[in-house]
């Protein structure tokens, strides 16, 4: 937070307002009182809202397909009025299209007769792609990092189970928005260029079309944020494609920070499909992180930016002088090295997995 005010960055609004440039504490599920931990199903699914007569949740049940008709085989949930298919941004798709409600052609490529020939199915995939900087902190300093010592994480737990206190107990991300700073108005409008807004087909609905129109007005206007920093107070292994669970695994040696850049505006966009007309299936999932040159650079340049936190008082001091990078053995200074880094450190941020 000091940081950011000592770069002419201080905190002047309250960013769950819809609009302000600088950092904040992050929002998180622990109450700030008793200090708990909370979830969604405590807040909304607790025992009141169970008891409900007209309430029914079943567990474990595997959705096949929508049945649009009368005729059907199996077991079969119905509905006398409204369904609505919340199963998330990558089974919704999946659901539909082995109902027979998509694009013709895939269906067809697994068997599936079309009943509703839709071509956005599936379509027009957008998610926010976080690119980890980590920063080895100076000696003397803690980090999450120490939680790789069993005797460490046992002290942390016994201090939440108790009264709440430790670090279990608190939020510990620090978030900032920012516009890209340093793009000067001769970059701005190179990127501008870039931004072609599609012209509507089969392939490319008016939503799409209507999006792009907003982002070029957004990424126009210099005091509107185009990225979210945040400060993580452990390690994030960003290079980790080959084992996703070892991104949050604290297994590089030594004592570490991250500090995480994350797109406002992703302007790529990606698909998702089915495999297989076997509904046990995991469908193909084409995040598209970063292919759209725009966003690729406004990433690469704000991970640049993010450095200069890094290298400026108070941060400098509690970072280890001349300490090791995770993301690379000198600061970002060039353009298209940051861009290479961007798209080799590049993380789906809903998935918490690497894009490949």
């Given at each position: 937070m000091e940081t950011f005010k000592g770069l002419g960055y201080p905190q002047v609004e309250d960013p769950i307002n819809g609009a302000g440039i600088g950092p904040f504490v992050t929002p998180g599920s622990v109450d700030p009182v008793t200090h708990t931990r909370s979830h969604s199903g405590v807040a909304y699914l607790g025992q009141g809202i169970q008891a409900r007569s007209n309430l029914r949740v079943v567990t474990g049940a595997l959705v096949e397909r929508l049945v649009l008709d009368q005729r059907s085989e199996g077991v079969v949930a119905t509905a006398q009025k409204d369904v609505i298919l919340a199963a998330g941004t990558t089974q919704t798709p999946q659901i539909l299209e082995l109902s027979g409600i998509g694009r013709s052609s895939v269906l067809q490529a697994h068997g599936i007769t079309p009943i509703i020939d839709h071509a956005g199915v599936g379509e027009n995939l957008q998610d926010h792609g976080i690119v980890p900087l980590g920063y080895e902190v100076a000696d003397g300093f803690p980090s999450g990092d120490m939680a790789r010592d069993p005797e460490v994480a046992a002290a942390a737990m016994a201090a939440y189970q108790k009264d709440g206190s430790g670090p279990l107990g608190m939020v510990p991300l620090i978030s900032a928005f920012m516009p890209?700073?340093?793009?000067?108005?001769?970059?701005?409008?190179?990127?501008?260029?870039?931004?072609?807004?599609?012209?509507?087909?089969?392939?490319?609905?008016?939503?799409?079309?209507?999006?792009?129109?907003?982002?070029?007005?957004?990424?126009?206007?210099?005091?509107?944020?185009?990225?979210?920093?945040?400060?993580?107070?452990?390690?994030?292994?960003?290079?980790?494609?080959d084992d996703p669970k070892s991104i949050f695994s604290l297994s590089h040696p030594g004592i570490f920070i991250s500090m995480v850049t994350v797109l406002s505006y992703p302007l790529s966009r990606g698909y998702v499909h089915l495999q297989s007309a076997n509904s046990q299936d995991a469908p193909v999932i084409d995040h598209g992180?970063?292919?759209?040159?725009?966003?690729?650079?406004?990433?690469?340049?704000?991970?640049?930016?993010?450095?200069?936190?890094?290298?400026a008082e108070p941060m400098a001091s509690l970072l280890k002088k001349g300490g090791e990078r995770l993301h690379a053995t000198e600061p970002l200074t060039d353009l298209e090295k940051a861009k290479e880094i961007c798209k080799e450190l590049v993380l789906c941020i809903t998935s918490v997995g690497p894009v490949l």
């Open positions: 890209c700073v340093d793009l000067g108005q001769p970059a701005l409008e190179e990127i501008l260029q870039k931004i072609e807004v599609p012209i509507e087909t089969p392939d490319t609905s008016i939503t799409h079309t209507k999006q792009f129109e907003v982002l070029r007005g957004l990424i126009q206007d210099p005091e509107e944020p185009t990225a979210q920093y945040m400060l993580a107070p452990f390690q994030i292994l960003g290079r980790a494609a992180m970063l292919r759209h040159p725009v966003g690729l650079e406004l990433h690469a340049r704000h991970s640049m930016w993010l450095e200069k936190i890094a290298e």
